[in-house]
C-alpha cells in the first residue's frame, strides 16, 4: 500500500514538474539563440583587435636617432613623477633635436626634458 502511494506522488510530481521543465527548456533554447549573434562578435572582435598595429616612428637629425615611442614614455614618466594623482589624458611632443630638448604637454601642462 505504501509503495501504491509513493508511486502515486511521484507520477503527480512527474506531472507537476514536467510543464515547467519544458518551459525551462525552451527559455534556455532561446537565450541561446540571442547569444549567439553576441558571441559571433566577440569573436570578430578578438581578430580586429589583432589587426591593429602601432607604429614606430623615429626622428633622424645629424647623426642621431630618436625614438619617438620612448620618448613618449619618458615624457609620461618624468609627468607622473611631478604629478602621481593625476590621470593623463592628452599628451603632445615638440621635438627638437637642434636644441637636444623634447617639450611636453600633457594635460595643459607644460614641461621639457633632454633628448
Known amino acids: 500500500m505504501a509503495a501504491k502511494k509513493v508511486k502515486e506522488v511521484v507520477e503527480s510530481a512527474l506531472e507537476k514538474t514536467e510543464p515547467v521543465v519544458r518551459k525551462a527548456r525552451t527559455v534556455a533554447e532561446s537565450a541561446a539563440k540571442k547569444a549567439e549573434p553576441v558571441i559571433?562578435?566577440?569573436?570578430?572582435?578578438?581578430?580586429?583587435?589583432?589587426?591593429?598595429?602601432?607604429?614606430?616612428?623615429?626622428?633622424?637629425?645629424?647623426n642621431r636617432q630618436y625614438d619617438c615611442g620612448a620618448l613618449v614614455e619618458r615624457c609620461k614618466?618624468?609627468?607622473?613623477?611631478?604629478?602621481?594623482?593625476?590621470?593623463?589624458?592628452?599628451?603632445?611632443l615638440y621635438i627638437k633635436p637642434e636644441d637636444n630638448m623634447v617639450y611636453?604637454?600633457?594635460?595643459?601642462i607644460e614641461d621639457k626634458l633632454a633628448l
Do not use: L, W
Not at 589587426?51 to 633622424?60: D, G, K
Not at 609627468?79 to 592628452?90: C, D, E, G, Q, Y
Open 40 to 62: 559571433e562578435a566577440a569573436k570578430n572582435a578578438g581578430k580586429q583587435v589583432s589587426a591593429v598595429f602601432i607604429p614606430e616612428v623615429y626622428v633622424q637629425h645629424a
Open 77 to 92: 614618466d618624468d609627468f607622473k613623477s611631478k604629478h602621481p594623482a593625476t590621470i593623463i589624458r592628452s599628451c603632445r
Open 104 to 108: 611636453y604637454v600633457i594635460n595643459d
